[in-house]
């Protein structure tokens, strides 16, 4: 290869290298004045590369290989710097290990009042999901200790207190924001659509839900349930908080059917439970939850 078609096949990378360079950045999105600093720069030398095309000299190539040179390193810094942003962010959301909180109620504990008794809010929040919150914390700090002393001889304990409080504790975060003082009534809009699409009718879906809470054998949820797999809508029980449910789905309503949500009130009278409780769906929260879920767009089987 002549050394002229050496440096007409330099240029052509470099040309290459700034059109990737370019979609990269842009790809990046969000308005950002360093990204469109470097951009611009990528621009520059891409038409100075070709309003040169006919007058290329070793003058010229020093130029832009020191170009290149300096839009490298801006690149990486950067991307440098929108890491370290990515991961601040990241870690402003993460629950470190052990550290689990007991969400607030978003409500007073009096406010589901006739159909779930404030005494029962009390304890059930107070008490019985803070004991989950409490065993998942202690479960996870276990296994990292586990990992740490590479010790797992306790380790199947863990894993089973791990799921049993961590879905306790996860489902009864879903639960209270289910409810609301102002609920009952029918979803609306898409989430309607799909019931309606998935069950044939509201009434149908209804009743299927509320035979799945009344059976449950002992302590356990009713769930309605996203599948992104199915792209469908589905009604599961679940009994304890972990068991005999699917997994990879995604819930969108829970209803706690443990003596702890009712006894207090409606002693054995599970069915009366179910049937009030319905007065209390707070639908807008679940259309939400439907609404997030739906994005996820996974391939069908
Ligand atoms: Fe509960």
Aim: aromatic share 14%.
């Amino acid at each position: 290869m002549s050394s002229f078609e050496q440096v007409n096949e330099y240029f052509s990378e470099v040309r290459k290298w700034c059109g990737q360079l370019l979609q990269a950045l842009y790809k990046r999105g969000e308005d950002e004045f360093d990204k469109h600093d470097l951009a611009d720069k990528v621009q520059a030398l891409v038409n100075r590369i070709g309003a040169n095309e006919a007058h290329y000299d070793l003058a010229f190539t020093y130029e832009v290989k020191a170009e290149v040179e300096d839009i490298q390193e801006e690149w990486e810094m950067l991307r440098q710097k929108q890491g370290e942003e990515l991961e601040r962010a990241y870690d402003d959301i993460r629950v470190g290990i052990g550290e689990h909180q007991l969400p607030p109620l978003p409500y007073p504990y009096h406010a589901l009042e006739p159909y779930i008794a404030k005494e029962i809010m009390v304890l059930h929040h107070d008490v019985h999901h803070k004991s989950y919150v409490d065993g998942l914390n202690k479960a996870e700090r276990k296994m990292q200790e586990a990992r740490v002393q590479g010790n797992y001889e306790l380790l199947k304990h863990w894993e089973r207190e791990a799921a049993f409080h961590g879905s306790g504790h996860y489902l009864h975060t879903i639960f209270w924001n289910n409810m609301s003082r102002n609920g009952g009534g029918k979803p609306k809009g898409a989430l309607l659509e799909r019931i309606r699409r998935d069950f044939g009718s509201f009434g149908h879906f209804k009743q299927h839900f509320t035979e799945a809470a009344n059976q449950v054998e002992g302590v356990g949820w009713a769930l309605l349930v996203w599948s992104p797999r199915a792209h469908r809508l589905e009604i599961l029980q679940t009994e304890k908080h972990q068991l005999f449910t699917q997994w990879d789905t995604i819930p969108l309503l829970v209803l706690d059917v443990w003596e702890h949500a009712y006894y207090l009130q409606y002693q054995t009278k599970r069915a009366e439970y179910v049937k009030n409780w319905w007065n209390i769906v707070n639908w807008r929260d679940v259309e939400d939850r439907y609404y997030q879920a739906s994005q996820l767009k996974w391939k069908s089987y």
